[in-house]
């Protein structure tokens, strides 16, 4: 039995207040109205009426509209700005039977995302094929004013918060791309219901750096350096959070080594490496770990060391074009396949690739193959971000819920980290890393140009930043 008797949403506009509803109304027995309290309309541009009060009612007395929500079937709440009618803010927040939810993001990015949506007249996207672009002049008056508004719309919340003794459950704008966390909304809210995946039908409608979407970037800069926590330069992270993939790590059959193999990287290699390592075969290698077990094979090994192996991202991105999107062999991705073809236009064949396909269509295809993954990164498509093309950052970042590596390796220096990794578990000689490690990097060789560098490193620019790498070709 849930304590409460409805809910409100504090947000602002374009924090992705939006997103955040169409998750809650995803739940059975909770209802989300919008923006109930909305001066220029009643929920939702157009409607006429809420739960069975007019506009009109609704302004003449807003409380009506509120006991409505309170008596509503299931456990009903609405969106609150700071703009919205402040006859019911009071209300609201001195009653503990309304359950607070706090949704914040970057002043910065809300003011920008508003600006955009201002002047694309978009304020929301279903279909990323319809996406307006648009870039905007940042005005420093305006966006102080901005700033003033929201602050002091959440000193009034906290300070409330604080003399009535209740909490709030908070989200930032990050936070809305994890499943597991709308769980634990789900459960603060004394709701029983849980979703098993994010509701993918808005995307995310302004993925670029910020530096590409403000026309005086220079002059925001300038205005905002003594500013540093809005952290203007950093490249939008959309991706959803990946767990520790724990049973995907394989030991070897004696020696005290771990391998955490990023999919899309040289896996078959390494596991060939890590098998000749005791001259054993591959069946003699450790796999199929629980957390549990994993634990009790590092107890028992003192001294050992665990590692994973980088690919460079343009290799990576083409292995996973080859082995799932342009083969039609068991296994790989033929739905994806299909959608690829219709919605994104690649020049795939019907079925195996033959003769008639050259080396310009796949240079094509891979390019368009690019593309879909900067939008599939960024959330825009209804596709999962598949393990095989997540950036390297994030399946390392899930690899650190449970455990890091010792040594972080480079498939092109494969055989000198791995000599490394060897002598420290008392090893003095080692087989040689069987090459190619990559099967595709001749066809890759074919087509590699900067365009398609450039294409790839504009999809993985954090992987590119925090891992260093250079050109594939340098």
């Given at each position: ?198 509701d993918q039908s808005l995307k995310k ?21 003594r500013l540093d926590r809005f952290n203007?330069?950093?490249t939008p992270n959309f991706e959803p ?234």
């Amino acid at each position: 039995m849930t304590e409460f008797d409805y809910f409100v949403v504090f947000a602002e506009m374009r924090t992705g207040s939006n997103f955040l509803e169409s998750n809650i109304n995803a739940m059975e027995g909770l209802t989300c109205h919008g923006e109930a309290f909305n001066p220029a309309f009643i929920s939702y541009p157009n409607r006429e009426e809420t739960l069975g009060v007019t506009r009109a009612e609704r302004d003449a007395d807003p409380q009506r509209l509120l006991g409505r929500i309170k008596v509503a079937e299931g456990l009903n709440g609405f969106r609150f700005f700071n703009d919205h009618d402040p006859r019911v803010l009071d209300e609201i927040l001195a009653d503990p039977r309304c359950a607070k939810i706090v949704l914040t993001r970057n002043p910065a990015e809300t003011y920008v995302s508003r600006k955009i949506a201002e002047a694309t007249g978009q304020w929301k996207l279903t279909n990323v094929k319809h996406a307006r672009a648009s870039d905007v002049v940042f005005d420093t008056a305006e966006f102080e004013a901005h700033v003033a508004a929201l602050q002091a719309f959440q000193v009034h919340l906290l300070g409330s918060l604080q003399k009535t003794g209740q909490a709030a459950f908070y989200l930032a704008y990050e936070d809305l791309q994890d499943v597991d966390v709308m769980n634990g909304l789900a459960a603060f809210l004394g709701s029983p219901a849980r979703l098993d995946a994010l509701d993918q039908s808005l995307k995310k409608q302004n993925p670029a750096p910020m530096s590409e979407k403000v026309r005086n970037f220079d002059r925001m800069e300038s205005a905002l350096a003594r500013l540093d926590r809005f952290n203007l330069n950093r490249t939008p992270n959309f991706e959803p959070r990946r767990g520790p993939v724990v049973p995907g790590h394989v030991a070897a059959a004696q020696s005290p080594l771990l391998f955490m193999p990023v999919r899309g990287g040289p896996k078959e290699a390494v596991l060939d490496w890590l098998a000749g390592l005791d001259d054993a075969g591959r069946e003699a290698l450790r796999s199929d770990f629980t957390q549990k077990t994993l634990r009790k094979w590092k107890r028992d090994r003192p001294g050992h060391r665990s590692f994973t192996v980088l690919r460079h991202p343009v290799a990576r991105a083409h292995a996973a074009f080859c082995e799932k999107i342009l083969s039609t062999a068991p296994g790989s991705y033929t739905e994806i396949r299909k959608v690829l073809r219709q919605q994104f236009k690649l020049d795939l064949p019907e079925g195996a690739p033959d003769a008639a396909y050259t080396r310009q269509r796949h240079r094509a295809a891979f390019l368009g193959f690019a593309g879909f993954l900067k939008a599939n990164l960024a959330g825009q498509t209804a596709i999962r971000v598949d393990p095989l093309w997540a950036s390297q950052t994030a399946v390392l970042q899930g690899f650190a819920g449970f455990t890091l590596p010792d040594m972080i390796l480079r498939e092109d220096r494969l055989e000198e980290g791995l000599a490394v990794l060897a002598a420290q578990v008392g090893q003095s000689t080692m087989p040689t890393v069987a090459t190619p490690t990559d099967p595709h990097a001749t066809r890759l060789s074919e087509i590699y140009d900067p365009e398609i560098e450039s294409a790839v490193r504009d999809v993985y620019a954090r992987d590119y930043m925090g891992f260093g790498f250079g050109d594939y070709a340098a």
